[in-house]
């Protein structure tokens, strides 16, 4: 039983990132959030980080092989990303999109996601504890 954690380009630089918008926390606590969920709701957490593209793929296809859902921040891929979208589609897993800041709040060309719509769910502007829930709710999706 094992979830994949993945953060997109620039929220390695959570905690000192626009602390307005994202807060100040640090990747390393969502990390630490994140695991510590996953454990109470019987999941191990495996966390990735990238800011390419190919990598944030490739991580993907990977989780195929040992992964029963993926818990996604795409950063600005979100609103780009066609590969991904089609990363996602292609190994079928069950995902949770999650934006710490409320994206409908803001400029107009966050509004779009490419995963939305192929999303379990969607979580935005929960701060950082969107990741938290969502965890739970791939917990749920999984039971
Ligand atoms: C984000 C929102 C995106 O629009 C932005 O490009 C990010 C972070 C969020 O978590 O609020 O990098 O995904």
Do not use: M, W
């Not at 994140?34 to 990977?62: C, P, Y």
Request: with cysteine; hydrophobic share 45%.
């Amino acid at each position: 039983n094992r979830l994949l954690l993945v953060n997109g380009p620039n929220l390695n630089l959570l905690g000192t990132r626009e602390p307005g918008v994202y807060g100040t926390d640090t990747l390393d606590d969502v990390f630490a959030l994140a695991s510590a969920t996953a454990k109470d709701v019987g999941f191990d957490l495996r966390a990735f980080q990238s800011n390419h593209e190919g990598a944030l793929i490739d991580v993907v296809h990977e989780a195929k092989a040992d992964c029963d859902g993926i818990v996604i921040n795409p950063g600005a891929f979100t609103h780009t990303s066609v590969a991904l979208r089609d990363a996602l589609t292609g190994v079928g897993l069950p995902f949770v999109e999650v934006h710490i800041s409320n994206v409908h709040a803001r400029e107009p060309f966050r509004h779009h996601s490419y995963l939305s719509d192929v999303a379990s769910a969607v979580i935005v502007g929960a701060g950082v504890q969107g990741y938290e829930f969502a965890v739970r709710r791939l917990a749920t999706v999984l039971a």
